[in-house]
């Protein structure tokens, strides 16, 4: 995959390691300054408490990043069995502790099985959910119960890999490969409810966003040094199936026409001799433009 310096703007994407404590609009603030340029954003939020995988895009990569979003997660985290959290992980006030002493590896295995597939998970009250037009973290902390609806989510893998046990707490590292969407810290909570002693997320690390993982992503320390982008045009041929047309039809597509459907489910890259043209997808008998990044 190639790269390019960031000496000046241009359009692509970063690969941060995002660090504990920072927020995402943190990084996004840092990467504005790296990449000489205020068009930029980030896909997918990133509590401060997490590490990992956060996708900055850059210039024109920044239309993308709704869709960068929306593709498939995986994570390193600690449940911590014992106690719940207002926030459902460790940054919240605890709210009630029962010695989880008594609960077997065997059960939490057991309890986790249940979390595992296409389920209805409900967020977080504080979280970025808006109810009534209002973030659900902001009602929370002025004091509101907030009542929050169940989603679909799948959790396409949840993985025990390791037990720790101290008086009291019992602390579960797992791996979670899961859809957009989806809250650990609800995973965490549910676990710990399902066993009966309460539970929140203690630690959090994104491996993956989509096709990005940690062996690409840089440090902002790493990037301050040397600041690099992925090309735009690798980003879409690596995130989504490719669909090569003819010059004649790179003008049509240049100019906002559609195409004859692709066949496939969700956006489809669309590159013509000179390069990347624009993201399409089949609606309504057809393929229509979800993004034109040529004038």
Known sequence: MGEQPAGSPVDGLVVVDKPAGWTSHD??????????????????????????????????????????????????????????????????????????????????????????????????????????????YKRARAGEDVAMVARPVTVHELTVLGIRREPGLVDVDVRVRCSSGTYIRSLARDLGAALGVGGHLTALRRTRVGAFDLAQARTLDE??????????????????????????????VSHGGRLAPAGNEGPVGVFGPDGLLALFEDRDGAARPLVVFVP
């Open 27 to 136: 990084v996004v603030a840092r990467m504005r300054r790296l990449a000489h340029t205020r068009k930029v954003g980030h896909a997918g939020t990133l509590d401060p408490m997490a590490t990992g995988v956060l996708l900055i895009g850059v210039g024109k990569a920044t239309r993308l990043l709704g869709h960068l979003a929306l593709t498939e997660k995986g994570y390193e985290g600690t449940f911590r069995l014992g106690a719940t959290t207002n926030t459902d992980d460790a940054e919240g006030e605890v709210l009630t502790t029962t010695p989880a002493d008594g609960v077997t590896d065997e059960a939490i295995t057991g309890a986790l099985a249940p979390l595992t597939g296409p389920i209805q998970q409900v967020p977080p009250q504080v979280s970025a959910i808006k109810i009534d037009g209002q973030r659900a």
């Open 223 to 252: 990037l301050a040094e040397d600041c690099t982008v992925v090309p735009l045009a690798d980003v879409v041929a690596t995130t989504f199936p490719r669909r090569d047309v003819d010059a004649e039809t790179a003008d049509a």
